[in-house]
């Protein structure tokens, strides 16, 4: 049985990894993995009522982070319908292509660090297109923004779905990932933009002729900075809400929804149902990834069987007999985050090393968040971000390779560097 289901997760693997030479969305392979695994566990073993305690246990713990998910990406569109992001985005102005780089850079870090990587990558680009005329400048832009948006999403519990994953499962608390994350990641982003800056040094800023608009009905200044403000707040307070009432994440996130919605209505109740439906909340569940969803759900739950029939314990026992050191492990599952997708490599580490044995906060899930968040950026697949910039831009593979994947490598391991050192020096 433990054979089969080991050949079993590592095609389904493959098949997320190939996801775009096979044409085969990676949902798909989430989802037949994760019945496959179960019905061969299930048919394998003795004890069926077992099986389906472990079955509904593993579901309670991804339906955590998914309802997570849905809350924080609703919450995110409904911002962007009132055009929310214009609050940040319309302060942007200079005329120097280092100057907006930098500018750049930092807005999507810290960004990113309160909405998502992912969210954060779509909101710097789309600003990109109305900035910059040069198509090769915005290739440049968008993937140092996917450097960015990752090394940003990496300090903060909400910032970053393995990063979330960790601190919904308990492996992180919200103050200790930001204190003992946030330098290595301002070094994983600060080191390429330093040799991104001296590259564009002298260059002036190419604006396009004319800025077109985009066809979606204007919000009133008010709306729009009220429901950005709200958005954020509501983001901002989850972990406030976690530690104040000691309820999971998912539970603030859900609550603050409630809140936005109601007052969505509010504020909308007095227009005429075509010209406030696009302004919904409930038009905004509509505009959510729901095939992400549905893949955090079909990977998780493959991962939980091989956790549940002691797969990933023995593979974190030969981990250590080979290789020995942890920190030359977690640096390894980071650099692999490049290739392979960093959602099941964390689920995977959370299932093969115990909270008995590596406590909350420790070394290990500390610099497994940063790891798996800033690994994916070295080659543009290996991320969210990536996959919507190459979308967005039209970003060819090597392109990227050939012109980003350097410079993320070099940020990636200066921020393990530094991270390291950091801990030998302050614990």
């Given at each position: ?12 693997y ?10 085969i ?8 993995g994760?019945?496959?695994l ?7 073993s ?5 099986v389906g ?8 713990s991804?339906?955590q ?5 849905i809350g924080?990406m ?19 102005r ?8 930098w500018?750049?850079?930092?807005v ?7 909405l ?12 990109m ?8 400048d915005r ?10 948006a ?19 499962g308990g492996?992180i608390t ?7 994350v946030?330098?290595?990641?301002l070094?994983?982003l ?21 800025a ?9 200044p008010f709306?729009r ?22 309820l999971?994440p ?7 929804l ?10 909308h ?5 075509d ?9 905004a ?18 991962v939980?069987t091989?956790?549940h029939?002691h ?25 692999v ?16 090393y ?7 906060d420790?070394?290990?899930w ?24 190459m979308?967005l ?15 993320a ?7 393990v560097a ?9 614990g």
């Open positions: 049985m433990l054979t089969m289901l080991v050949v079993i997760f590592v095609i389904a493959a098949a997320i990894a190939l996801e775009h030479p096979i044409k969305n990676k949902s798909s392979s989430a989802l037949l994760a019945g496959l179960w019905s061969v566990y299930a048919l394998s003795g004890d069926h009522h077992q305690h472990e079955l509904n246990e593993s579901l309670a991804t339906a982070i998914v309802f997570f998910l924080a609703t919450i995110v569109e409904v911002v962007d319908a009132h055009n929310g992001f214009e609050v940040i985005t319309s302060r942007i200079t005329t120097k292509l280092s100057s907006l780089m500018l750049v850079g930092f999507t870090f810290f960004l990113s660090s309160v998502d990587n992912l969210t954060t990558t779509i909101v710097m680009i789309s600003l297109k109305k900035l910059l005329d040069n198509h090769e290739l440049f832009f968008a993937g140092m923004i996917v450097v960015a990752n090394a940003g999403g990496a300090w903060s519990p909400i910032g970053d779905v393995t990063t979330t994953m960790l601190w919904i492996q919200t103050l200790a990932i930001m204190k003992g946030l330098i290595p990641s070094i994983n600060m080191v390429p933009l330093l040799v991104v800056s001296w590259m564009l040094k002298g260059r002036e800023v190419v604006a396009p002729a004319r077109e608009g985009n066809g979606q009905p204007q919000t009133a709306e900075n009220l429901m950005f403000c709200m958005g954020i707040g509501i983001l901002v307070s989850v972990p406030i809400f976690k530690t104040v009432t000691h999971p998912f539970m603030g996130i859900l609550f603050g409630g809140i936005l919605w109601l007052v969505g209505d509010l504020v109740r007095n227009k005429e149902e010209d406030k439906i696009h302004l919904t909340l409930a038009h569940l509509m505009k959510i990834d729901m095939s992400s969803i549905v893949f955090f759900i079909g990977i998780l739950l493959s939980a091989l956790e029939t797969i990933l314990n023995a593979l974190a026992t030969w981990l250590n007999q080979t290789v020995g050191r942890l920190d030359v492990i977690v640096t390894l599952i980071g650099i985050s490049a290739i392979v997708d960093n959602v099941p490599l964390v689920a995977a580490s959370m299932g093969m115990s909270l008995a044995q590596y406590p909350p420790s070394f290990l500390e610099f497994m968040a940063y790891c798996a968040g800033t690994g994916g950026s070295i080659l543009i697949i290996g991320s969210a971000a990536g996959v919507a910039a979308g831009e039209k970003i060819h593979f090597f392109w990227y390779v050939k012109r980003i994947s350097g410079l490598l070099i940020g990636y391991f200066c921020g530094a991270y390291l050192v950091q801990t030998k020096l302050f």
